[in-house]
T-cell receptor, first 113, second 116 residues
Framework: DVKVTQSSRYLVKRTGEKVFLECVQD?????MFWYRQDPGLGLRLIYF???????EKGDIPEGYSVSREKKERFSLILESASTNQTSMYLC????????????FGAGTRLSVL | AQKITQTQPGMFVQEKEAVTLDCTYD???????LFWYKQPSSGEMIFLIY??????QNATEGRYSLNFQKARKSANLVISASQLGDSAMYFC?????????????FGSGTRLLVRP
């Protein structure tokens, strides 16, 4: 079974803190993704990576950065958390072929106070 | 313009009945694929079913089937014999093209509640 593991289910941080969200997958997938989920807006892509040390901006990259030093790990970084970054964050991974299923982690619910 | 539209924010269905969740899409790419995911209250997105634009038959996976109407650009999910455990958010998503680094585009979701 494919497993995508997000390091925290719930996080509470203060405005201005630097926040790291970690994601690890165990199936040697090339592609990894970070999404943000807000009510009524569905999932919006923040960043994705199709190889180690490669990254591309998604639809809403402002205020975020990412790191992919190893194939299995993709980190989302909030350099200076703000209250409007309170949200559910979902990590996903997928093998490189077009018709492959994208697998998701359980999500991290982040609250910035 | 929205690429993926789910017009039903919420729906109810009686246990053991069938329910259809609507999804329309917009693309000019001849090669595309449509996915449905389920998100229970636990948060994890669970893949349900996939339909490719060139697939001749509608996709089926157990109690899930996809009513794919290409000319109308719709890909509705049909759940037969609803169970209480089907209560969840359901998302329709689309990939465009065959590039392996494609990005999935998601709709806003439909919350389904199954009544006992």
């Amino acid at each position: 079974d494919v497993k995508v593991t997000q390091s925290s289910r719930y996080l509470v941080k203060r405005t201005g803190e630097k926040v790291f969200l970690e994601c690890v997958q165990d199936m040697d997938h090339e592609n990894m993704f970070w999404y943000r989920q807000d009510p009524g807006l569905g999932l919006r892509l923040i960043y994705f990576s199709y190889d180690v040390k490669m990254k591309e901006k998604g639809d809403i990259p402002e205020g975020y950065s990412v790191s992919r030093e190893k194939k299995e790990r993709f980190s989302l970084i909030l350099e200076s958390a703000s209250t409007n970054q309170t949200s559910m964050y979902l990590c996903a991974s997928r093998r490189g072929l077009a018709k492959n299923i994208q697998y998701f982690g359980a999500g991290t619910r982040l609250s910035v106070l | 313009a929205q690429k993926i539209t789910q017009t039903q924010p919420g729906m109810f269905v009686q246990e053991k009945e069938a329910v259809t969740l609507d999804c329309t899409y917009d693309t000019s790419d001849p090669s595309y694929g449509l996915f449905w995911y389920k998100q229970p209250s636990s948060g994890e997105m669970i893949f349900l079913i996939y339909q490719g634009s060139y697939d001749q038959q509608n996709a089926t996976e157990g109690r899930y089937s996809l009513n794919f109407q290409k000319a109308r650009k719709s890909a509705n999910l049909v759940i037969s014999a609803s169970q209480l455990g089907d209560s969840a958010m359901y998302f329709c998503a689309m990939r465009e093209g065959e590039d392996s680094s494609y990005k999935l585009i998601f709709g806003s979701g439909t919350r389904l509640l199954v009544r006992p």
